[in-house]
């Protein structure tokens, strides 16, 4: 509850807004009272009615909700000054009361705030532009703005911007070095200078026109988002536009690359790559990476942070056959472009394939299963569909390697982020007798076992799923299955991603009252958390995820990827396990002796002691954000990341195509093949 002093303190600081004339003179209301009052009612009776763990509307979930609304509005402190985020915390705590009278002052006062703020920064930004840049100047500049406080005065902003366009602008200068040894053009280093400046300010001038253009509507949006998210990560508020287009909306899969992205604290981030698309190929985009920058091949970069998902992804989005070139910041801190040819998924790179793998003195030879996602064709043949699935495939591929006489199998669900359910407890069940495979317990408590009811075997030999942090969902089900039933042995990353959640997508619009307020739609949808996985020993998979048995060097291991690292994540609980009947063919297996036997072989694997140091050196990277703003030193920097970068590429299974390599899109399918066999074999996990 808020005291006396701080309510008081709140209705002073409110009158004071009210009266400042900078402020209320901004920007016209946009966006309709009434409208706006009904989607605060829908959304909290869908909240509280629907959600696996609704929250109380107090103070402490106002907070959560203002800091996660504060992150959206300016997460790299490039406008606010902390003057302003005062003025703004006076609604800190009061946000459930604005959702309960329907009325918001929070998304009208930020507004005209920003507004204001960027209008100032662009004059700012456009002096600074024009000024001198020192190329060899030993300075550098904190990167990560979670280490630094928002500004305290103008001139404090303004240092901050100079820095930031240095860095910028020396970039920029590298890469048309880059380009002109490509082109074989040549010009002085005081011509790429200017020219690095004349871009660098055309890309900050566009993207300040984009911000000023923002309407009352998008704050009112990022508002109610916050609202959601406050509940857990993956409750959203997705407007009308965005429900519109479900591609972006719903999965945030992209024609053209084929990556999914999320719009998280100002940025644009990828949460997967889609098998057999362009990215996957092209092997150099990967999961956690945040895309600051988009551009045509010839084109300049035009700055996405701080953009709508939807904006960003006009712009990725392309003819097939052209480039686009993004521009990424990696985990670790380590700015690259990519390019990527924008084309169709190669469709066949999405489905479960086997190969067999000959140990290193011939002895024996073992069987491998790569299922890059569980898919399913829900629509009859009648109606136009395929009918295949990933379980028919996992049983045909079964067969193949049955016939080879196989010594034992390995199933790589390495970067596999879920898919249909239905495949995920299908293909447990090919590996034991009937049985079930995963809890899903609802809101009010209710738990429903899903179980194979097959109860043919399908291959009874050695068994190892390969893991990693990537892998999430029904990846997580299927393997966390096969370890409580004793059934495999588990390898991989310290943890799988912990995605124990079940969403639902709501149509606000079927959910008005009463038929006479259709002129307030569209209202947009909710994704919404309902369900919550377990596994057969009652286990949730959220938030810890699969931990395995066996854990080997990961060079992405410093990521911090996975619902750990989400704001208001659902926490791991358990239920009561379910009864199971577990495999006896494991029964006499020593796990410890197999654990000390797996370092060993990791000790002397030049491999794996070249993982393990790229992992050392890319978490020291990570843990050192300060930026280099000497073009030596960042010349240096883009070159280590390059490298490390291609060594990540040529470990990783499904990638056929090796960063830096002309693509060959007209490969056959013989080609192909022989290409991800090679892969395979030289994998070292």
Same mark, same amino acid.
């Given at each position: 509850?808020?005291?006396?002093?701080?309510?008081? /303190?709140?209705?002073?600081? #409110?009158?004071?807004?009210?009266?400042?004339?900078?402020?209320?003179?901004?920007?016209?209301?946009?966006?309709?009272?009434?409208?706006?009052?009904?989607?605060?009612?829908?959304? =909290?009776?869908?909240?509280?009615?629907?959600?696996?763990?609704?929250?109380?509307?107090?103070?402490?979930?106002?907070?959560? *909700?203002?800091?996660?609304?504060?992150?959206?509005?300016?997460?790299?402190?490039?406008?606010?000054?902390?003057?302003?985020?005062?003025?703004?915390?006076?609604?800190?705590?009061?946000?459930?009361?604005?959702?309960?009278?329907?009325?918001?002052?929070?998304?009208?006062?930020?507004?005209?705030?920003?507004?204001?703020?960027?209008?100032?920064?662009?004059?700012?930004?456009?002096?600074?532009?024009?000024?001198?840049?020192?190329?060899?100047?030993?300075? &550098?500049?904190?990167?990560?703005?979670?280490?630094?406080?928002?500004? *305290?005065?103008?001139?404090?902003?303004?240092?901050?911007?100079?820095?930031?366009?240095?860095?910028?602008?020396?970039?920029?200068?590298?890469?048309?070095?880059?380009?002109?040894?490509?082109?074989?053009?040549?010009?002085?280093?005081?011509?790429?200078?200017?020219?690095? =400046?004349?871009?660098?300010?055309?890309?900050?001038?566009?993207?300040?026109?984009?911000?000023?253009?923002?309407?009352?509507?998008?704050?009112?949006?990022?508002?109610?988002?916050?609202?959601?998210?406050?509940?857990?990560?993956?409750?959203?508020?997705?407007?009308?536009?965005?429900?519109?287009?479900?591609?972006?909306?719903?999965?945030?899969? /992209?024609?053209?690359?084929?990556?999914?992205?999320?719009?998280?604290?100002?940025?644009?981030?990828?949460?997967?790559?889609?098998?057999?698309?362009? *990215?996957?190929?092209?092997?150099?985009?990967?999961?956690?990476?945040?895309?600051?920058?988009?551009?045509?091949?010839?084109?300049?970069?035009?700055?996405?942070?701080? #953009?709508?998902?939807?904006? !960003?992804?006009?712009?990725?989005?392309?003819? &097939?056959?052209?480039?686009?070139?993004?521009?990424?910041?990696?985990?670790?801190?380590?700015?690259?472009?990519?390019?990527?040819?924008?084309?169709?998924?190669?469709?066949?790179?999405?489905?479960?394939?086997?190969?067999?793998?000959?140990?290193?003195?011939?002895?024996?030879?073992?069987?491998?299963?790569?299922?890059?996602?569980?898919?399913?064709?829900?629509?009859?043949?009648?109606?136009?569909?395929?009918?295949?699935?990933?379980?028919?495939?996992?049983? !045909?591929?079964?067969?193949?390697?049955?016939?080879?006489?196989?010594?034992?199998?390995?199933?790589?669900? =390495?970067?596999?982020?879920?898919?249909?359910?239905?495949?995920?407890?299908?293909?447990?069940?090919?590996?034991?007798?009937?049985?079930?495979?995963?809890?899903?317990?609802?809101?009010?408590?209710?738990?429903?076992?899903?179980?194979?009811?097959?109860?043919?075997?399908?291959?009874?030999?050695p068994l190892v799923v390969l893991v990693n942090q990537f892998s999430a969902s029904?990846?997580?089900?299927?393997?966390?299955?096969?370890?409580?039933?004793?059934?495999?042995?588990?390898?991989?990353?310290?943890?799988?991603?912990?995605?124990?959640?079940?969403?639902?997508?709501?149509?606000?619009?079927?959910?008005?009252?009463?038929?006479?307020?259709?002129?307030?739609?569209?209202?947009?949808?909710?994704?919404?958390?309902?369900?919550k996985f377990y596994r057969v020993s009652g286990e949730s998979t959220q938030y810890?995820?699969?931990?395995?048995?066996?854990?080997?060097?990961?060079?992405?291991?410093?990521?911090?990827?996975?619902?750990?690292?989400?704001?208001?994540?659902?926490?791991?609980?358990?239920?009561?396990?379910?009864?199971?009947?577990?495999?006896?063919?494991?029964?006499?297996?020593?796990?410890?002796?197999?654990?000390?036997?797996?370092?060993?072989?990791?000790?002397?694997?030049?491999?794996?002691?070249?993982?393990?140091?790229?992992?050392?050196?890319?978490?020291?990277?990570?843990?050192?954000?300060?930026?280099?703003?000497? /073009?030596?030193?960042?010349?240096?920097?883009?070159?280590?990341?390059?490298?490390?970068?291609?060594?990540?590429?040529r470990t990783m299974h499904g990638n056929i195509e090796m960063p830096g390599e002309?693509?060959?899109?007209?490969?056959?399918?013989?080609? =192909?093949?022989?290409?991800?066999?090679?892969?395979?074999?030289?994998?070292?996990?």
């Amino acid at each position: 509850m808020m005291t006396w002093i701080s309510r008081k /303190l709140i209705a002073l600081l #409110t009158i004071g807004l009210l009266a400042t004339p900078s402020l209320a003179l901004q920007a016209p209301a946009e966006t309709d009272p009434h409208k706006s009052k009904l989607l605060s009612y829908l959304l =909290r009776q869908q909240l509280s009615t629907n959600h696996f763990s609704p929250k109380e509307l107090d103070d402490t979930f106002s907070q959560a *909700a203002f800091d996660l609304y504060l992150k959206q509005l300016d997460f790299q402190k490039r406008f606010l000054l902390k003057k302003d985020v005062v003025t703004l915390q006076a609604y800190a705590t009061r946000i459930d009361e604005e959702l309960h009278r329907g009325v918001f002052d929070l998304p009208v006062v930020s507004a005209a705030l920003v507004r204001e703020r960027v209008a100032e920064v662009r004059e700012m930004v456009r002096t600074l532009v024009a000024g001198p840049v020192d190329l060899n100047r030993q300075e &550098k500049f904190q990167a990560d703005p979670e280490k630094f406080e928002f500004s *305290a005065t103008p001139q404090e902003l303004r240092e901050r911007w100079r820095q930031i366009i240095t860095f910028q602008v020396l970039t920029r200068y590298l890469n048309l070095e880059e380009d002109e040894a490509t082109s074989g053009k040549k010009s002085s280093s005081a011509e790429r200078l200017q020219i690095a =400046r004349e871009k660098v300010g055309k890309t900050f001038e566009d993207f300040f026109t984009r911000m000023l253009e923002e309407k009352d509507q998008d704050y009112y949006d990022r508002y109610f988002n916050a609202v959601t998210r406050a509940h857990d990560p993956h409750t959203n508020y997705l407007p009308p536009m965005q429900k519109e287009d479900f591609d972006i909306g719903m999965s945030g899969s /992209l024609e053209g690359i084929g990556a999914t992205l999320k719009e998280e604290d100002g940025f644009i981030k990828v949460v997967a790559i889609i098998p057999g698309s362009p *990215a996957y190929l092209q092997g150099q985009l990967q999961p956690e990476d945040v895309i600051l920058k988009v551009a045509e091949k010839t084109g300049d970069p035009v700055d996405i942070t701080d #953009t709508r998902i939807r904006d !960003a992804v006009s712009l990725i989005r392309g003819k &097939k056959g052209t480039e686009v070139r993004l521009t990424v910041k990696k985990a670790d801190g380590a700015s690259l472009v990519i390019p990527i040819i924008r084309d169709v998924v190669q469709i066949e790179e999405s489905f479960v394939k086997s190969s067999v793998i000959t140990s290193p003195n011939g002895g024996r030879s073992f069987g491998y299963i790569h299922i890059p996602t569980f898919y399913r064709d829900f629509k009859s043949p009648r109606d136009g569909g395929t009918g295949r699935n990933s379980t028919d495939d996992v049983k !045909a591929e079964l067969r193949q390697l049955k016939a080879k006489n196989t010594d034992g199998l390995i199933l790589d669900l =390495r970067d596999n982020g879920g898919g249909a359910l239905t495949d995920a407890v299908s293909i447990a069940g090919l590996f034991f007798k009937s049985g079930p495979v995963v809890q899903v317990k609802s809101g009010d408590g209710r738990i429903q076992v899903l179980a194979d009811d097959d109860a043919a075997i399908h291959y009874s030999g050695p068994l190892v799923v390969l893991v990693n942090q990537f892998s999430a969902s029904a990846s997580e089900i299927l393997a966390g299955a096969l370890q409580d039933y004793g059934r495999a042995i588990i390898i991989g990353s310290e943890h799988t991603h912990g995605k124990g959640t079940v969403q639902a997508i709501i149509d606000l619009d079927r959910s008005v009252p009463f038929r006479n307020m259709d002129q307030y739609k569209p209202l947009g949808a909710l994704k919404l958390t309902t369900q919550k996985f377990y596994r057969v020993s009652g286990e949730s998979t959220q938030y810890r995820g699969v931990v395995p048995d066996i854990v080997l060097p990961d060079r992405l291991g410093h990521l911090k990827s996975g619902e750990q690292y989400l704001d208001y994540s659902l926490p791991w609980d358990s239920v009561a396990s379910t009864r199971f009947e577990p495999w006896t063919g494991l029964a006499n297996t020593d796990l410890s002796l197999i654990k000390s036997r797996s370092q060993q072989r990791i000790a002397v694997s030049t491999d794996f002691r070249q993982i393990a140091a790229d992992a050392a050196t890319a978490r020291q990277k990570q843990e050192n954000t300060l930026q280099s703003l000497n /073009l030596e030193e960042i010349r240096r920097e883009r070159a280590e990341a390059k490298l490390l970068l291609e060594k990540s590429s040529r470990t990783m299974h499904g990638n056929i195509e090796m960063p830096g390599e002309e693509r060959k899109p007209l490969l056959t399918p013989e080609e =192909r093949r022989a290409a991800w066999e090679k892969k395979v074999k030289e994998d070292p996990y």
